[in-house]
Nanobody, 125 residues
Framework: QSQLVESGGGLVQPGGSLRLSCAAS????????MGWFRQAPGKEREGLSS????????MYADSVKGRFAIFRDNAKNTVILQMNNLKPEDTAVYYC??????????????????WGQGTQVTVSS
């Protein structure tokens, strides 16, 4: 019943921006922290950013700090990842996920219990 659907991926040139959306259904997103992850071919899944259930706290991986921003609209059951100044190494499939522990903002896949199917982001000239 619980479902997460990512959208907004695509092809962008280095230095460009993309806005990813994660639409939640089957549960009240405002009760859960949420996170964004990515996985490139041959690489392990990497935690990028997380946000507390009410949106008051956020966490970012060093690789994206200052370039990406996470925010949420709980009235719409939606979480956003705004990505700026994109680099070729940002190329990956991007996933949103629901946190399994209230208040836990760790960027570890094991701390999340529901995952979307991912959206492809390709940064290339």
């Amino acid at each position: 019943q619980s479902q997460l659907v990512e959208s907004g991926g695509g092809l962008v040139q280095p230095g460009g921006s993309l806005r990813l959306s994660c639409a939640a259904s089957g549960f009240t997103a405002g009760y859960y922290n949420m996170g964004w992850f990515r996985q490139a071919p041959g690489k392990e899944r990497e935690g990028l950013s997380s946000i507390s259930a009410r949106g008051g706290r956020t966490m970012y991986a060093d690789s994206v700090k200052g370039r990406f921003a996470i925010f949420r609209d709980n009235a719409k059951n939606t979480v956003i990842l705004q990505m700026n100044n994109l680099k070729p190494e940002d190329t990956a499939v991007y996933y949103c996920a629901r946190g399994s522990q209230f208040g836990d903002l760790r960027l570890s896949p094991g701390a999340y219990d529901y995952w979307g199917q991912g959206t492809q982001v390709t940064v290339s000239s």
